[in-house]
């Protein structure tokens, strides 16, 4: 019991990166219709710019806390601004123009931007792994397994777990909260029905569908930080292994559904962590795909998705 709680604190801490980069997805998804598979490496570029700004100040896990909380606070600003420069750039750039061709042309434009982004940092930060001293540390024990022979297993959940899930949960609200009461909201719903009809109602279908690129470069910037700080070494290649998981817990919990994307993540984070805690590491990737095709076998749309109803 205490080996399985353990494993569930972690499974719901990936899930909770991966479910954070699956909302940019399904949001410009929703809109758009088209999958930015450069996302994935706008979450590398947030956490490869962590890694630079935490260096360039020289913050350490022997800082004092005021300075951990000022330093963190202007690593994810700035994190979050390249990012969102980034992405707003591949939008207008690699997507625009493509906006009216046919469904094939998007994305290999996407593929396309997601190698440049990987060359582009591979190139001008080298290709080696980027590893950092812990820089949040401490945590709490919740449970301990005391065993005669005196090797006691002890359930613990960091801080930085605790920052990740409840900064997660903190963000998930607050994207639904903006896609349901706000004025942008109602132009990004307005778009994903018609962008004709969007349009000639007033609504300026490229802002919004640019604001939209920016918040989901913000989020996936946000989740390339939260990766660095959790795992302590970040490279030019985890983009696209994160992507490919976070574009597969889209897909699971209904593209075009913040809380499905959410809980795709989840999904996917514990079935990672769970398969590879009792079976064979080797084989995590197979569960969680496997676990997709039978889900789309018997729920098209997903977890919580809703069925596409075709414009005629």
Not at 226 to 251: C, E, H, Q, R
Request: glycine letters at 10%; hydrophobic letters at 55%.
């Amino acid at each position: 019991m205490e080996y399985f709680l353990q494993q569930l604190i972690n499974g719901l801490t990936l899930g909770s990166i991966y479910g954070l980069i699956a909302i940019g997805y399904t949001m410009v998804y929703g809109i758009i219709g088209m999958i930015n598979f450069a996302h994935g490496d706008v979450f590398m570029v947030g956490s490869v710019v962590s890694f630079i700004v935490l260096l360039g100040l020289g913050v350490t896990g022997g800082s004092g806390s005021f300075t951990i909380i000022l330093a963190l606070a202007l690593v994810v600003i700035i994190a979050m601004l390249i990012a969102a420069v980034y992405n707003w750039t591949i939008e207008r750039v690699a997507y625009r123009p493509l906006r009216g061709s046919f469904r094939l042309a998007p994305l290999i434009s996407a593929i396309g931007m997601s190698i440049v982004l990987q060359e582009f940092v591979r190139i001008a930060q080298e290709g080696r792994p980027k590893p950092i001293q812990p820089i949040i540390t401490g945590g709490y024990e919740v449970m301990r397994r005391v065993a005669a022979n005196g090797n006691d297993f002890v359930v613990k959940i960091s801080n930085m777990q605790i920052l990740i899930i409840l900064s997660t949960i903190a963000l998930m609200a607050i994207f639904t909260m903006i896609i349901q009461r706000t004025s942008l909201g109602r132009a990004q719903r307005a778009c994903e029905q018609d962008q004709k009809m969007a349009s000639l109602l007033g609504i300026n279908v490229d802002r919004t569908i640019s604001i939209t690129f920016i918040l989901g470069a913000a989020l996936a910037a946000f989740a390339g930080m939260m990766f660095f700080l959790y795992y302590n070494v970040t490279d030019f290649f985890i983009g696209f292994v994160a992507g490919i998981k976070a574009f597969t817990a889209a897909v699971l919990g209904g593209i075009g559904s913040i809380p499905g994307a959410m809980l795709g993540g989840m999904v996917i984070g514990l079935i990672e962590v769970m398969w590879s805690a009792y079976f064979s590491v080797e084989y995590k990737d197979v569960a969680a795909f496997t676990i997709l095709v039978i889900v789309l076998i018997f729920m098209p749309q997903g977890l919580l998705g809703k069925p596409e109803v075709e414009k005629v």
